[in-house]
């Protein structure tokens, strides 16, 4: 197995270098897993993302690794036992960026706006079966009078129910698919769009336009279209593909504000609507609040949080927290895009979360274009996907993902009877703690959130300086090594959310030492991160 590093700079690799057997255009968590899958199977891939890694959709979600409880009211049966299927496997496959999570359902039968009881034991029950489980906790009913999780909420709330679903750091789960594929041989290239596809009778001869750099030619016997809410408007405008599968766009707003309660649980709060929202413990110091769905109608990669949306969220919350969240208590919002399969359905809420796959092999060259899907099954779509590709490029059908473990999962260096991801992701901390007692307690323990076992090739650098609090110049060094960080915004924002925590002079340290570093790009365009941590200016 091949085990080559991302580039150190820049500059792409020469035009002759470019031939491959697929390529991938979109950077989100299907495209990098979809790479990632047929590079483990020996063909030659190569990525490309227009923007960074998850800078758009894939770093937007509300960070749930989930079956979708609420998608049983949809008779969505098939989607969630998928989705189930897939959580333990994903928590086991990088325990440093996911992990178990209980989530509390509040319940009042006096208001007539929550589902009736028997409705939410008979979901919880085929929630616990419609899958193998084998060590996260059955749900339960709880006395919410008598449990911590019931000390912020209204006195009302004083039963409840229990159950279990798992966390993610959606944009990291992007960045460890793309590294996976990188060391099984891949070439990944951000900032750099596919402006256009031409299918010939042996394969596609793809123009690629890097930023501030001239264009390069690539020729792949087969392209995946993994770009997410552009997957429409890129075979129309880029691949000359006149038809299309119609798309939902929806948008997903959520908020941060200062952390609500002391406890690790999380909360599913029903709506007069008959929408949910979540209250997740968030980043240690935060509580963060979502999702909305509406309709976005404007560009797809400016999406925004609005003040009806502000609203909504400060309300559903404050239905039930006793402490009334207000729009003065959020200090981060972020809004993203989800292409969803246009079903018919009329509530934005009721779209189906499943994905599609379309496989056209006409001529010779191989079009696959992903519609829909969601974090939670992103294995299972980038597993079928190349089971639909590989006949097509002569592969024999292989699957190993399944149990394969993402950069940082392995933790036996310091951990050698691993049997459970979340007490071995604690072992793993207190056997670093006795290895490097030098290291600082907060950074050493975001360092292993972060990074896993990846974490002694950060310590095999001299640390350097401390450019902002816990953060050195190693660190940086190495996410733009290893990790395709091209700016501040992708450190801060993406690959860690350390821009919450800093002072605005803190940020502007970091994008000094970026630009001093050489690494700044020669274009940058505003994203919505930057413009969420201009939000932040005026915080201490």
Known sequence: MRHPRPSPDLNPPAAADLSCDVLVVGGGINGAGIARDLAGRGLK????????????????????????????????????????????????????????????????????????????????????????????????????????????????????FEYSDGWVDDARLVVLNAIDASRHGATVLTCCACVQAVRGHQGWQATLQPAGAAALQVQARALVNATGPWAAQFLHQHAGQPRAKALRLIKGSHIVVPRLFEHEHAYIFQNPDKRI???????????????????????????????????????????????????????WTYAGVRPLLDDAAGDAAAVTRDYLLELDSQGGAALLSVWGGKITTFRKLAEEAADLLSPALGQRITHWTADALLPGGDLSRLVPNATRPDHDIQAFDAALALAQ?????????????????????????????????????????????????????????????????????????????????????SETPETPESAASADLSTQP
């Open 45 to 160: 891939v190569l990525l490309c993302e227009k923007d960074d890694l998850a800078q758009h959709t894939s770093s937007s979600s509300t960070k749930l690794i989930h079956g979708g409880l609420r998608y049983l009211e949809y008779y969505e049966f098939g989607l969630v036992r998928k989705a189930l299927g897939e959580r333990e496997r994903l928590l086991r496959s990088a325990p440093h960026i996911m992990w178990p999570l209980r989530f509390v359902m509040p319940h009042d039968p006096k208001a007539n706006f929550l589902r009736p009881v028997w409705m939410i034991r008979a979901g919880l029950f085929l929630y616990d079966h419609l899958a193998r489980r084998q060590w996260l906790p059955a749900s339960r009913t709880l006395r919410l009078d008598r449990h911590p999780a019931g000390r912020p909420l209204k006195p009302m709330f004083s039963h409840g």
């Open 437 to 521: 007692p030098a290291l600082p307690v907060a950074m050493r323990k975001r360092w292993v959130r972060s990074y896993g076992s990846q974490v002694f090739e950060i310590l095999a650098r001299p640390l350097g300086a401390e450019v902002a609090p816990g953060l050195f110049e190693a660190e940086l060094r190495h996410l733009h090594d290893q990790e395709w960080a091209r700016s501040a915004d992708d450190v801060l924002w993406r690959r860690s959310k350390l821009g919450l925590h800093y002072s605005a002079a803190d940020r502007q340290r970091v994008e000094h030492w970026w630009q001093q570093a050489g690494y700044a790009m």
């Open 277 to 331: 929202i979540f209250a997740i413990p968030y980043e240690g110091e935060f509580t963060l609040i979502g999702t909305t769905d509406i309709e976005h109608h404007g560009a797809i990669g400016q999406a925004h949080i609005d003040a009806d949306e502000r609203r909504y969220l400060c309300e559903q919350a404050s239905r039930y927290f006793a402490k009334p969240v207000t729009d003065a208590d959020v200090i």
